[in-house]
T-cell receptor
Framework: AQKITQTQPGMFVQEKEAVTLDCTYD???????LFWYKQPSSGEMIFLIY??????QNATEGRYSLNFQKARKSANLVISASQLGDSAMYFC???????????FGAGTTVTVRA | DTAVSQTPKYLVTQMGNDKSIKCEQN?????MYWYKQDSKKFLKIMFS???????INETVPNRFSPKSPDKAHLNLHINSLELGDSAVYFC?????????????FGPGTRLTVT
């Protein structure tokens, strides 16, 4: 069964606007971590933000914030004030404490328009 | 001062050949991983080593054999290459016992089998 679901294959956003990337997950492990990675066209995987299952507050890192809704099992990424350099593929991933690998979603391609 | 390095970056070879991809990390992490990213950009774990011990071995053809000479190195050897092996292979590392620690990815090796 798919552990991470990203339902948006591609999105367009106007420069300086905010965009929300959806991510839902499935686990029965009470201890887990959720990650977002960015993959620009150059191919490298860049870590953006982390949210732990026991964290009380939503994670924020600069223009990135994570909208964590534990009961709904969702961990949406919000990118504020989009920049042209934000154009990339974004992956949501989960790591369960019982299993140390990262399980990735299918990714969402974001294209920022000037 | 590259954190996770992979060689080669590009590898073009013919079906039936044997090839290796090397990975080294200088972060002092004790766990290393191999991921495969297919043509649809889907990322999937292949193997993981912790202190030279194999801890994750997903359903991967036994033509793929990881080798970890020490905890800073994890190599991937592929025998009898097939067209379907064409993909980008990422090496990653992290401290095993810290769930909230992101995995650092190498730049990837693009393997093309003709």
């Amino acid at each position: 069964a798919q552990k991470i679901t990203q339902t948006q294959p591609g999105m367009f956003v106007q420069e300086k606007e905010a965009v929300t990337l959806d991510c839902t997950y499935d686990t029965s492990d009470p201890s887990y971590g959720l990650f977002w990675y960015k993959q620009p066209s150059s191919g490298e995987m860049i870590f953006l933000i982390y949210q732990g299952s026991y964290d009380q507050q939503n994670a924020t890192e600069g223009r990135y914030s994570l909208n964590f809704q534990k009961a709904r099992k969702s961990a949406n990424l919000v990118i504020s004030a989009s920049q042209l350099g934000d154009s990339a593929m974004y992956f949501c991933a989960m790591r369960e404490k019982s299993d140390y690998k990262l399980s990735f979603g299918a990714g969402t391609t974001v294209t920022v328009r000037a | 001062d590259t954190a996770v390095s992979q060689t080669p970056k590009y590898l073009v070879t013919q079906m039936g050949n044997d090839k290796s991809i090397k990975c080294e990390q200088n972060l002092g992490h004790d766990t290393m991983y191999w991921y495969k990213q297919d043509s649809k950009k889907f990322l999937k774990i292949m193997f993981s080593y912790n202190n030279k011990e194999l801890i994750i071995n997903e359903t991967v053809p036994n033509r793929f054999s990881p080798k970890s000479p020490d905890k800073a190195h994890l190599n991937l050897h592929i025998n009898s290459l097939e067209l379907g092996d064409s993909a980008v292979y990422f090496c990653a590392s992290s401290p095993r016992d810290r769930l909230n620690y992101e995995q650092y990815f190498g730049p990837g090796t693009r393997l093309t089998v003709t």
